[in-house]
Every structure is written in C-alpha cells, then in structure tokens.
C-alpha cells in the first residue's frame, strides 16, 4: 500500500513534525528505531525524511538537541495563568520543569541502555556562549513569573530561582534516588522553609533554634591562703 501523501509544508515545519514524531520512539527505542517506524508514525513515505535530513544518525542528533532546547519550554512558561498567586504560579512552573528535564533523562537512559549513549555536543567557540544565553533566558522568564511578587521573598528573585532549580532538578534526577516530591511541595518547602511552626513549645521561636547559648563565664575563685604562713623573724 502506498504511504499517503505528505501535506505540503517548508523545510523548517517538516524537519519540525519529523522530530517530534522521532522523540517519542527515541525515547522508546534508542538508537536501534528504524526511519521506516518514523515515517509511519508520521504518516509519510520514508523518503521524505531523506529530503530534510541527510541520514538517519542526522535526524537522531536532531532530536536529541531539540529535547534540550528551551523553546518550548519558555513558551509554556509564558502561558502560566498570571493571576494566579505566586505559590501556584511557581508549582505550574515547576510542574513544567519536570516534565522536560524527565523526557530528558529518559533519552540519555535508553541511548545508554542501548549501548549508544548520547554523543557530548561539538566542540565549538559558541557552544558555551548558547548554554549561558538559554539559562539566562530561562531565569528571565522565572522571574517575569515571579513579577513584583519578588517584594515578599528575602532574596533576590534570581537566587530564589537557582534554589528553585536545584530542587526541580533533585526531584527527578534518577541518579539522586531521592523521595519524588510534587511541585507544591517543593515550592512550599521552599516559600516555608521545612520547619514546622505548630510543633514548636510557645515560647521557641525559629531564631532561638540556631542561636548558639551563651557560655556561663564563672568569677574567678579567690585563692585560699595556705594554712601554714611564714612568719617574719625579729
């Protein structure tokens, strides 16, 4: 039976359709998934893969960059419902962070459970430069969510958010092994502080707890005279 037709569509819009058919199998498969298996998941004959990519090792390293691109992920970020309070806007946004950096480490799991782990980047003189532009435009886009809500935090809106990031990126690190927490929880703990107020006696407050106690300086002890003094001779 003859694949059907592939709509009409620039290069740039079918390279982009072809990726996000690719992602998923990737994920799936590794390495090891056929063009033959993405052209039917496309819906397109395999040749029209070949006509915007130049293998299939090509299309591969294609999607393996675009998992790590922050497009997408800025524009989610950009659709979090503003009129939310801080703590809900910050748990949408966390809840978004999971799910990419989550289709992330599933990747590099089964490329490397496949004998094929991710290949590192190439080295190039820009390639740094673009790492410190999309976290730049990652923590610009934090703190847009955070907007004039920064007044109630005790630090800078950007240290906030790298705390923010450490703990989204713990939460599903599979190397981490540690407890999965839910974004309200890490946003709470966070916002909160992991301290429970009501378990306190009334009369502790937070500060007293690390406060170190004064040492009790003793006076000094008088010296006792020796019971046998030496007398002056006449």
Known sequence: MTPPRAPAMSADDRRASIIAVTMPLLREKGRVVSTKEIARAAGIAEGTIFRVFDSKEDLIDATVHDAFDNSTLLVELAEVERALCLRDRLAAAVAIMQSHLEGVFALMTVLHASGQPMRPPKHDGDAHKRREEATAELDAAFVEL?????????????????????LTLSSVHPMLGGESSTPEEL???????????TALPPATTPATISAPTPATISAPTPATPSPTTSRKKT
Do not use: K, N
């Open 187 to 197: 946003v709470d703990v966070l916002l909160e502080g992991a301290l429970d107020r």
């Open 146 to 166: 955070i907007g004039t809500d920064a007044e109630l935090l005790r630090v800078s809106p950007r240290q906030f958010i790298g705390y923010l990031r450490m």
